[in-house]
């Protein structure tokens, strides 16, 4: 099976947790696509739900679909969110941002009083930091911010170069927060929760990608066992 495959089987297999009339968070990214055009099919089926996207991205997929949208303004409350991940480790700590939506993502996951990710089997690891953390940073004072988040991070033990996230054409990647990202190559991080919070403390950081605390339940699809389900 192919890797699309799989991230279609774990969306498939979110779709079948959400109840008539929730209020749901729509992630970003290559596997929550995959949820909201099989959410979408139970909408058409006759589900009714509202659904609050995480990007501009991911609103424009929806509406093109048909999946009914609110907002966080208009429904501050929701009931479960989906989204995919980059890397998840067993606690259920995760990083997430690299589709470059990581702000409204958090602050819809926080708003939900369940949230599940969605991977296939390449995305569980041990330890995070392999997959570079993406940091959404204010571009006014930017190599202050750089440098500060840099020294951070070897003090945390997870030294590593933190490299300003492009366009294909070469420009600064923009945020639809018109914020720009940085990505921190840190290879391994030994206490994502103490991290988490001391990038928090830096000046010029809007936020990070680390999700701790947020995920209750993970869905992995892996080719040899099938699809498992990782409650927190």
């Known amino acids: 099976m192919d890797i699309d495959k799989l991230k279609r089987a774990a969306a498939a297999r979110a779709v079948e947790m959400v109840q008539p009339g929730m209020k749901v968070g729509l992630g970003t990214g290559s596997t929550a696509k995959h949820f909201v055009e099989l959410l979408a099919e139970r909408v ?44 998840i480790a067993p606690d259920l700590s995760v990083i997430k941002g ?28 041990q330890v995070l930091g392999r997959f570079s953390l993406p940091i959404e940073v204010n571009s006014f004072g930017f190599a202050a911010t750089r440098r500060a988040i840099e020294k ?39 206490d994502p929760s103490s991290l988490a919070a001391r990038l928090c403390q830096i000046p010029g950081v809007v936020e990070h990608g680390l999700f701790i605390g947020l995920v209750q339940t993970a869905i992995i699809a892996d080719p040899a066992t099938g699809i498992r389900v990782i409650e927190k």
């Open 98 to 125: 690299g589709g470059g939506a990581l702000l409204r993502e958090k602050i819809v996951a926080a708003a939900s009083a369940r949230m599940i990710v969605i991977a296939d089997e390449t995305k569980w690891v």
């Open 152 to 190: 951070a991070t070897a003090e945390m033990g997870c030294p590593g170069p933190a490299m300003q996230r492009r366009t294909k054409d070469g420009h600064p990647f923009v945020t639809d927060g018109g914020h720009w990202i940085l990505d921190a190559a840190l290879e391994r991080i030994p």
């Open 44 to 87: 058409h089926g006759g589900l009714a739900i509202v659904g609050v996207p995480t990007s501009e991205v991911t609103r424009l997929q929806a509406e093109s679909l048909g999946v009914p949208l609110t907002t966080l303004d208009e429904t501050p409350e929701l009931d479960l969110t989906v989204d995919g991940a980059d890397e």
